[in-house]
Protein backbone atom coordinates (compact mmCIF):
# COMPACT_ATOMS: atom_id res chain seq x y z
CA UNK A 1 0.00 0.00 0.00
CA UNK A 2 1.03 3.67 -1.21
CA UNK A 3 1.69 5.81 1.80
CA UNK A 4 2.93 8.89 -0.10
CA UNK A 5 0.82 10.63 -2.63
CA UNK A 6 2.39 10.28 -5.86
CA UNK A 7 3.08 13.75 -6.43
CA UNK A 8 4.64 14.27 -3.35
CA UNK A 9 6.88 11.23 -3.58
CA UNK A 10 8.19 12.79 -7.30
CA UNK A 11 9.09 15.98 -5.40
CA UNK A 12 10.85 14.18 -3.19
CA UNK A 13 12.64 12.60 -5.79
CA UNK A 14 13.54 15.55 -7.52
CA UNK A 15 15.10 16.94 -4.26
CA UNK A 16 17.54 14.21 -3.81
CA UNK A 17 19.18 14.97 -6.91
CA UNK A 18 20.29 18.28 -5.53
CA UNK A 19 23.80 18.05 -4.02
CA UNK A 20 24.60 17.02 -0.09
CA UNK A 21 20.34 16.39 0.04
CA UNK A 22 19.35 12.74 1.19
CA UNK A 23 16.25 10.90 1.46
CA UNK A 24 15.61 11.95 5.14
CA UNK A 25 16.23 15.63 4.17
CA UNK A 26 14.14 15.97 1.09
CA UNK A 27 11.22 14.67 2.71
CA UNK A 28 11.51 17.18 5.40
CA UNK A 29 11.65 19.63 2.50
CA UNK A 30 8.62 18.36 0.84
CA UNK A 31 6.65 18.31 3.93
CA UNK A 32 7.89 22.25 4.68
CA UNK A 33 6.56 23.21 1.17
CA UNK A 34 3.17 21.24 1.29
CA UNK A 35 2.59 22.76 4.46
CA UNK A 36 3.06 26.44 3.23
CA UNK A 37 0.59 28.26 1.30
CA UNK A 38 0.39 27.11 -1.95
CA UNK A 39 1.48 30.87 -3.42
CA UNK A 40 4.67 30.48 -1.70
CA UNK A 41 5.10 27.00 -3.51
CA UNK A 42 4.24 28.48 -6.91
CA UNK A 43 6.55 31.85 -6.84
CA UNK A 44 9.26 29.04 -5.86
CA UNK A 45 8.47 27.18 -9.25
CA UNK A 46 7.83 30.20 -11.06
CA UNK A 47 11.52 31.24 -9.53
CA UNK A 48 13.02 27.88 -10.46
CA UNK A 49 10.70 28.09 -14.02
CA UNK A 50 12.67 31.74 -14.50
CA UNK A 51 16.37 30.28 -13.81
CA UNK A 52 17.73 29.22 -16.78
CA UNK A 53 16.01 31.86 -19.00
CA UNK A 54 17.15 34.84 -16.81
CA UNK A 55 21.10 33.26 -16.10
CA UNK A 56 23.60 33.31 -18.83
CA UNK A 57 27.33 33.11 -18.87
CA UNK A 58 29.39 36.30 -19.05
CA UNK A 59 31.66 36.23 -22.67
CA UNK A 60 34.40 37.20 -20.68
CA UNK A 61 34.81 35.16 -17.01
CA UNK A 62 31.75 33.03 -17.98
CA UNK A 63 30.36 33.90 -13.96
CA UNK A 64 26.43 33.19 -13.90
CA UNK A 65 24.96 36.69 -14.90
CA UNK A 66 21.68 37.94 -15.95
CA UNK A 67 23.84 40.96 -18.47
CA UNK A 68 26.69 40.51 -20.54
CA UNK A 69 29.16 41.33 -19.54
CA UNK A 70 28.90 40.71 -16.05
CA UNK A 71 28.85 42.74 -13.27
CA UNK A 72 32.43 42.57 -12.37
CA UNK A 73 33.98 42.52 -15.91
CA UNK A 74 32.12 45.61 -16.77
CA UNK A 75 33.12 47.67 -13.59
CA UNK A 76 35.49 50.43 -14.87
CA UNK A 77 37.53 50.27 -11.25
CA UNK A 78 38.54 46.25 -11.28
CA UNK A 79 41.86 46.10 -13.03
CA UNK A 80 41.08 44.16 -15.63
CA UNK A 81 45.16 42.91 -16.52
CA UNK A 82 45.00 40.93 -13.05
CA UNK A 83 42.66 37.62 -13.20
CA UNK A 84 42.27 35.10 -10.58
CA UNK A 85 41.50 31.63 -12.35
CA UNK A 86 38.73 29.30 -10.47
CA UNK A 87 36.92 26.39 -10.40
CA UNK A 88 33.29 27.25 -9.72
CA UNK A 89 31.31 30.51 -9.94
CA UNK A 90 30.71 29.63 -6.04
CA UNK A 91 34.32 30.22 -5.90
CA UNK A 92 34.38 33.53 -7.36
CA UNK A 93 31.33 34.51 -4.59
CA UNK A 94 33.17 33.32 -1.78
CA UNK A 95 36.53 35.54 -2.83
CA UNK A 96 34.05 38.35 -3.46
CA UNK A 97 32.65 38.16 0.02
CA UNK A 98 36.30 39.15 1.32
CA UNK A 99 36.68 42.78 -0.73
CA UNK A 100 39.99 42.29 -0.81
CA UNK A 101 40.80 40.97 -4.83
CA UNK A 102 39.89 43.81 -7.11
CA UNK A 103 41.03 42.04 -10.33
CA UNK A 104 38.29 40.57 -12.65
CA UNK A 105 38.00 36.36 -13.02
CA UNK A 106 38.16 33.35 -15.44
CA UNK A 107 36.12 30.50 -14.47
CA UNK A 108 36.96 27.22 -15.81
CA UNK A 109 33.76 24.99 -14.89
CA UNK A 110 35.63 22.29 -13.42
CA UNK A 111 38.96 20.85 -12.89
CA UNK A 112 40.69 17.90 -14.74
CA UNK A 113 39.55 14.49 -13.84
CA UNK A 114 40.28 12.05 -16.15
CA UNK A 115 38.54 9.23 -14.75
CA UNK A 116 35.54 11.09 -15.10
CA UNK A 117 36.17 11.91 -19.06
CA UNK A 118 36.78 15.89 -17.56
CA UNK A 119 40.08 16.94 -19.40
CA UNK A 120 41.43 20.62 -20.93
CA UNK A 121 38.61 20.30 -23.52
CA UNK A 122 35.53 20.20 -21.20
CA UNK A 123 37.12 23.37 -19.06
CA UNK A 124 37.57 27.12 -20.22
CA UNK A 125 41.12 26.54 -21.18
CA UNK A 126 41.29 27.50 -24.25
CA UNK A 127 39.29 30.87 -23.44
CA UNK A 128 41.84 31.41 -20.63
CA UNK A 129 44.88 30.98 -22.94
CA UNK A 130 43.34 32.91 -25.83
CA UNK A 131 43.02 36.04 -23.77
CA UNK A 132 46.63 35.68 -22.24
CA UNK A 133 48.15 35.46 -25.64
CA UNK A 134 46.47 38.79 -26.34
CA UNK A 135 48.49 40.50 -24.13
CA UNK A 136 45.95 42.02 -22.14
CA UNK A 137 46.94 40.54 -19.20
CA UNK A 138 49.49 40.88 -16.19
CA UNK A 139 49.41 38.46 -13.33
CA UNK A 140 47.38 35.42 -13.18
CA UNK A 141 45.92 34.67 -9.53
CA UNK A 142 45.86 30.15 -9.72
CA UNK A 143 43.07 30.02 -6.84
CA UNK A 144 42.09 26.71 -7.81
CA UNK A 145 41.40 24.46 -4.46
CA UNK A 146 44.05 22.63 -3.00
CA UNK A 147 42.56 19.32 -3.20
CA UNK A 148 44.18 16.27 -5.88
CA UNK A 149 42.05 17.13 -8.90
CA UNK A 150 42.60 21.59 -8.29
CA UNK A 151 46.19 21.20 -7.65
CA UNK A 152 46.48 19.10 -10.85
CA UNK A 153 44.56 21.59 -12.49
CA UNK A 154 46.76 24.72 -11.43
CA UNK A 155 49.85 22.27 -12.42
CA UNK A 156 48.79 21.44 -16.25
CA UNK A 157 47.70 25.15 -16.07
CA UNK A 158 51.25 26.35 -15.09
CA UNK A 159 52.56 23.94 -18.32
CA UNK A 160 50.52 25.79 -20.31
CA UNK A 161 51.91 29.50 -19.16
CA UNK A 162 55.50 28.60 -19.17
CA UNK A 163 56.78 31.18 -21.46
CA UNK A 164 53.99 33.03 -21.73
CA UNK A 165 55.07 37.03 -20.94
CA UNK A 166 52.39 36.51 -17.71
CA UNK A 167 53.44 36.38 -13.93
CA UNK A 168 51.37 33.40 -12.45
CA UNK A 169 50.63 33.39 -9.00
CA UNK A 170 48.86 30.80 -6.37
CA UNK A 171 47.05 31.25 -3.28
CA UNK A 172 49.27 30.74 -0.48
CA UNK A 173 48.72 30.22 3.36
CA UNK A 174 45.42 30.48 4.64
CA UNK A 175 44.18 27.64 2.19
CA UNK A 176 44.17 24.38 4.30
CA UNK A 177 45.29 21.06 1.71
CA UNK A 178 42.14 18.95 1.17
CA UNK A 179 40.04 21.96 1.54
CA UNK A 180 37.50 23.19 -1.47
CA UNK A 181 37.40 26.59 -1.74
CA UNK A 182 34.20 27.84 -1.51
CA UNK A 183 33.88 26.31 1.77
CA UNK A 184 36.77 29.16 3.37
CA UNK A 185 35.80 31.73 5.51
CA UNK A 186 36.11 35.44 4.00
CA UNK A 187 39.56 36.03 6.76
CA UNK A 188 41.58 32.80 5.32
CA UNK A 189 40.51 34.02 1.67
CA UNK A 190 41.64 37.36 2.06
CA UNK A 191 44.80 35.88 3.85
CA UNK A 192 45.67 33.58 1.16
CA UNK A 193 44.88 36.26 -1.40
CA UNK A 194 47.30 39.15 -0.01
CA UNK A 195 49.81 36.47 0.65
CA UNK A 196 49.45 34.88 -2.88
CA UNK A 197 53.31 33.74 -4.21
CA UNK A 198 55.09 33.62 -7.52
CA UNK A 199 55.07 29.98 -8.93
CA UNK A 200 58.67 29.71 -10.25
CA UNK A 201 59.09 26.94 -12.79
Do not use: W
Not at 8 to 30: D, F, M, S, V, Y
Not at 75 to 89: G, H, I, K, S, Y
Not at 109 to 131: F, N, S, Y
Not at 173 to 179: D, K, L, Q
Amino acid sequence: MQTVPPALERLIEELTRLPGIGKKTATRLALYILRRPASEALSLAETLSELHKSIRLCGSCFAFSETDPCAICGDARRNTRLVCVVEEPGDLMAIEKTAVFRGVYHILHGVLAPMDGIGPRELKVRELLTKIRKGDVDEILLATSSTVPGEATASYLMEQLEGMQVRVTRLACGIPMGMDIKYADEHTLARAIESRQSMAS
